[in-house]
């Protein structure tokens, strides 16, 4: 498929990867002849094969933020997608914590593996990078102080990632006028911790973006068992936006979602 997006792995808490209850893989982008791995964590390159994703075709590999289930098996997948420097190639984009680290915490990728890369780079919120005929805007995630999501424009279609983040008003203004959002929704309705979204939260959300389609993700354990696929089925009664809850290995074609075939570009807004 031309163009698609790959969910392998949908798990979002330490009990839900721990035990593997649901994958921890990340989600992969085939944008035409881009390929984008997001949030490569735990088993991030057996599920790819798992899912018949080819690690040597990875365009770019993104972080969100510097937390395991978001980039465990980071170093791992820049040494698949370069034979470990053989082929030094791609992009690695991520938060300035994943890259260069903090008072607190080592960074998430070793000096050794950003060396493979054929580019590296720190993004904030509002940064705006081109690769290939893709562009890319890192947005708000207010999660941990350098936590970013991502939002990527194509030719024809507008797709948002919201990584791990509380409801904001920057949180709906970043992702407004996407056809696809991916949206973390770590909680069923009812229940909440800071840095995430629940049901309730995702509704406010998606009543002000509005996209063509929904798809949550990135479930925790108390999630699973007031089952993500009811879950959506409540959030999409309250709002006009079709939702749905990924399972590992689900693919979406994003043309199917596109609100006009004319040239969305990054310089029209």
């Given at each position: 498929?031309?163009?698609?997006?790959?969910?392998?792995?949908?798990?979002?808490?330490s009990?839900?990867?721990?035990?593997?209850?649901?994958a921890?893989?990340g989600?992969?982008?085939?944008?035409?002849?881009s390929?984008?791995?997001?949030?490569p964590?735990p088993?991030?390159?057996?599920?790819?094969?798992?899912?018949?994703?080819n690690p040597?075709?990875?365009?770019?590999i993104l972080?969100?933020?510097?937390?395991l289930?978001?980039?465990?098996?980071?170093n791992a997948?820049?040494?698949?997608?370069?034979?470990?420097?053989?082929?030094?190639r791609?992009?690695?984009?991520?938060?300035?914590?994943?890259?260069?680290g903090?008072?607190l915490?080592k960074?998430?990728?070793?000096n050794y593996?950003?060396s493979?890369?054929?580019?590296?780079i720190?993004?904030?919120?509002?940064m705006?990078?081109?690769?290939?005929?893709?562009?890319?805007v890192a947005?708000?995630?207010?999660?941990?102080?350098?936590?970013i999501?991502?939002?990527?424009?194509?030719?024809?279609f507008?797709v948002?990632?919201?990584?791990?983040?509380d409801y904001?008003?920057?949180?709906?203004?970043?992702?407004?006028d996407?056809?696809?959002?991916?949206i973390?929704?770590?909680y069923?309705?009812g229940?909440?911790q800071?840095?995430?979204?629940?049901?309730?939260?995702v509704?406010?959300?998606l009543?002000k973006?509005?996209?063509?389609?929904?798809?949550?993700?990135h479930?925790?354990?108390?999630m699973?068992?007031?089952?993500p696929?009811?879950?959506?089925?409540?959030?999409?009664?309250?709002?006009t936006?079709q939702?749905?809850a990924?399972?590992?290995?689900?693919?979406?074609?994003?043309v199917s979602?596109?609100?006009?075939?004319?040239?969305?570009?990054?310089?029209s807004?």
């Amino acid at each position: 498929m031309k163009n698609s997006i790959i969910f392998l792995g949908t798990g979002g808490d330490s009990i839900v990867v721990g035990k593997q209850i649901r994958a921890s893989g990340g989600i992969v982008f085939k944008f035409g002849d881009s390929q984008f791995h997001l949030d490569p964590g735990p088993g991030a390159i057996v599920r790819a094969k798992q899912y018949d994703v080819n690690p040597r075709e990875t365009t770019a590999i993104l972080v969100s933020h510097n937390h395991l289930n978001h980039c465990g098996d980071l170093n791992a997948t820049i040494a698949a997608m370069t034979y470990s420097g053989i082929d030094k190639r791609g992009v690695f984009a991520c938060d300035e914590e994943t890259l260069h680290g903090s008072q607190l915490e080592k960074p998430g990728v070793s000096n050794y593996h950003k060396s493979l890369v054929e580019r590296f780079i720190a993004l904030k919120p509002g940064m705006r990078i081109g690769i290939n005929d893709v562009n890319i805007v890192a947005t708000t995630a207010k999660h941990t102080p350098t936590s970013i999501g991502f939002k990527f424009y194509t030719q024809n279609f507008v797709v948002s990632y919201t990584s791990d983040t509380d409801y904001s008003k920057e949180l709906v203004d970043d992702h407004k006028d996407s056809d696809v959002i991916i949206i973390n929704c770590k909680y069923p309705l009812g229940l909440r911790q800071k840095g995430h979204m629940n049901s309730e939260d995702v509704v406010k959300f998606l009543e002000k973006t509005n996209p063509k389609l929904a798809i949550l993700t990135h479930f925790g354990v108390k999630m699973l068992d007031a089952d993500p696929i009811y879950e959506a089925r409540e959030i999409h009664k309250k709002i006009t936006s079709q939702v749905i809850a990924a399972k590992d290995g689900l693919v979406v074609n994003p043309v199917s979602y596109t609100a006009s075939l004319k040239q969305r570009k990054l310089n029209s807004f």
